[in-house]
């Protein structure tokens, strides 16, 4: 027998924008698929921009969030009212599940909340996350008194402050000082992850090319014969390699083959990430 409703709460954008076309694969290739395994029927699946029934929008939305027997959150892009929409299922402590495109750093608030992170054009990605769906949308419809929801888990913590009982005081302090010490690691993991995107991204952007390239390019065109340059072993990701200026560095990257091979070196600071020609480069592995 179907069950009423699920509400899909997401980003969905402009027609035709990029937005819009995520959240409508993702929609039809993992969500319905995993909520009708549910027992869901394809018509009992909606989504703000699907209502059609005249009257306020906002109002409708709310409506469906708060009486939906299951509710799929899209936190992908951070979106504001996804945020606020799923808050309000956090305050009823109701069936909801977290998925979430695998590049979005989610906020500390929801990052301790099981999300289900996959990339919809990753056909693997995509058959974990369907699995992954239906597990946790099982598990929430069965088991609604045991969700424990960010808000939910506040009250508790202060309830057993407030409490007149010792014991359950010290339980209470016991759980704020466990939630403070999730949130500080949270907060790092954070921070670290938003780093490491902004130093890999600034890798695979990276435009400005050492004088040694030049150089290269200079001799190529002045057709200096092959055997003048350098011969190297093969260069992988990982190795350690030494250079006759910068020291010993990690080869984070490897693109092209033969002369045409650049490497993409982490050397300590202060000198940092340099690309390299590893045909030319004054480079040796370290043993």
Known sequence: ?????????????????????????????VVIPSVVECGFDVEDVVRADTISNPGAITHQIITSIINSDL?????????????????????????????????????????????IMFDYKDLDSVADAKRLLVEYAKSALAQPDSLMTP????????????????????????MENVAD????????????????????NSIDNFDEIDDEIFEYKKLKSEKIGLSQLRKLE??????????????????????????????????????GYKRLLAAFAPLEKVE
Not at 162 to 174: A, M
């Open 151 to 174: 808000i939910h888990e506040g009250l508790i913590i202060d309830g057993l402050l407030t409490s007149e009982k010792p014991s359950e005081q010290i339980l209470g302090k016991l």
């Open 1 to 29: 027998m179907s069950v009423k409703e699920c509400f899909v709460v997401s980003p969905i954008g402009e027609a035709g924008s990029e937005i819009r076309r995520r959240a409508d694969q993702v929609l039809k290739h």
């Open 234 to 271: 093969p260069i992988e990701q990982g190795m350690e390699v030494s250079h006759g200026k910068w020291g010993i560095g990690e080869v984070i990257k490897v693109k092209g083959e033969l002369l045409e091979t650049e490497v993409t070196i982490s050397f300590p600071p202060p000198v």
């Open 71 to 115: 509710v799929i959150a899209d936190l992908t892009g951070n979106n504001a009212n996804v945020y606020y929409e799923l808050a309000i299922r956090h305050v009823l402590r109701k069936p909801y599940v977290q998925i979430c495109d695998v590049n979005t750093a989610l906020p500390f608030d929801v990052k301790n909340q099981r999300t």
């Open 181 to 200: 010490l999730t949130n500080e690691v949270r907060r790092i993991s954070g921070n670290y992850s938003s780093k490491e995107r902004k130093i890999r």
